[in-house]
Structures are given as C-alpha cells and as structure tokens.
C-alpha cells in the first residue's frame, strides 16, 4: 500500500516555464490538497479538493492551478514559474480527518 | 481566517526527560486538532489528534490537552528518546487545516 505518491522529488526549473506535479493516492479518500511549505511558515493550503471534478481555493492560490480529472489523482500547475514559487510542496489526502501526507516534491525556480 | 501561533520554535532536551509544545489558535469554530511529526527529507505523519469534545488524550508516550476556553493545546511528549528528534507540527481546524510553524525537537543522547 503506497498511501499517497509525489512526482517528481524534485525539480530545477527556470523562471516562466511551466510544469505539473502530480499526486496519486491509493486509499480511495474523497478528499485531496496541495500545500506548499516554507522555512519558518509552516505548511499552506494552496487548493484542495472535496472529490473528483471538484477543485477549491485554500490560503495561497494565487499562480497555481489544479485539476482533479479521477479520483486518486490530483494536479498542481505552475503556468509561468516564478522565484517566489520555490518551496516544498505537498499533497495529502484524506476521508475526513486525518490528512495522510506524501513526501513532497522540492521544487527550485531560478 | 483562522491563525496557530506555536511555541518554542527549538526545543533540546535530555533523553528521557519531557517535552511539552504549546499552540494557540485563534478561531473558536475550529474542533479537531491534529499534531503531525516530520523527519528530514519527509512528510508530515499524524502522531496523534483530538476533538474538541474531548480535553485529554494519551497514546503511549504522547498526550495532547485542549483548553477551548483559553483556545490552546499542548503536546506532551515523556521519557524522550533520541530517535523523537523531529520538527512539530500543530494544526486547527473546522474545515481545512491551518498550521503552526513548527517546533524543532531535539533529544541529547
């Protein structure tokens, strides 16, 4: 049982290029999220998802977009990578309460 | 929205002494209360939760307090061991969760 999968690990990628990181979970869970993690911020909510077809804005939405085509998928977007875009992402899924959590993707934008 | 403020933000202590972490929050509708445990180059894992039905909650060496009058809780960690060596997540929440910013952990063999 793989719980909830991140792809890429990790990633360099140059400042306005694009790029998708995908999340993939085999618990069957309606509900999956996309945060992203910063030095001494802690962990923020960037979009979520309460099930399939189904996307909503978190804390931080702003120059990500998401999809959530099948159910134990869930995409993050970057459209024009910028600086400021260079963290630590995370997925998670969950039935309700608790988040399970994958093991992030790092992600460098020059 | 709601707002964790999460105190210490490095905590040393002794192998098998306690340690204890505090978080405020700041909305009262928030009623579940997860803490999570990170180790480097990982995600967070879920080491133990509480509803805010409940004041009190113990597994094994870990015990989580919840004051919803004064909107604090507190982890409670006993008899460290090094391998407790982590960063320390709370979180709040009624419907997402909004996060501390972490405790830094370390037990001295």
């Known amino acids: 049982n793989a719980g909830v999968t991140q792809t890429p690990k990790f990633r360099v990628l140059k400042t306005g290029q694009s790029m998708t990181l995908l999340c993939a979970q085999d618990m069957n869970h309606e509900y999956m999220y996309w945060y992203r993690q910063d030095p001494g911020m802690g962990l923020r909510l960037i979009h979520y998802?309460?099930?399939?077809?189904?996307?909503a804005k978190g804390e931080v939405p702003d120059g990500y977009n998401v999809s959530r085509l099948k159910k134990q998928n869930f995409l993050l977007g970057l459209e024009s990578a910028a600086p400021s875009q260079t963290s630590v992402y995370f997925c998670a899924s969950s039935s309700n309460q608790p988040q399970h959590f994958g093991d992030g993707t790092r992600l460098s934008i020059l | 929205g709601e707002n964790v403020e999460q105190h210490p933000s490095t905590l040393s202590v002794q192998e098998g002494d306690s340690a204890v972490i505090k978080c405020t929050y700041s909305d009262s509708a928030s009623n579940y209360f997860p803490w999570y445990k990170q180790e480097l180059g990982k995600g967070p894992q879920l080491i133990i939760d509480?509803?805010?039905?409940?004041g009190e909650k113990k597994d094994q060496r870990i015990a989580v307090t919840l004051n919803k009058t004064a909107k604090h809780f507190s982890l409670h960690i006993t008899e460290t061991q090094p391998e407790d060596s982590a960063v320390y997540f709370c979180a709040a929440s009624e419907n997402n969760l909004f996060f501390g910013t972490g405790t830094r952990l370390t037990v001295i063999p």
């Open positions: 998802s309460v099930g399939e077809g189904t996307t």
């Open positions: 509480i509803r805010s039905n409940v």
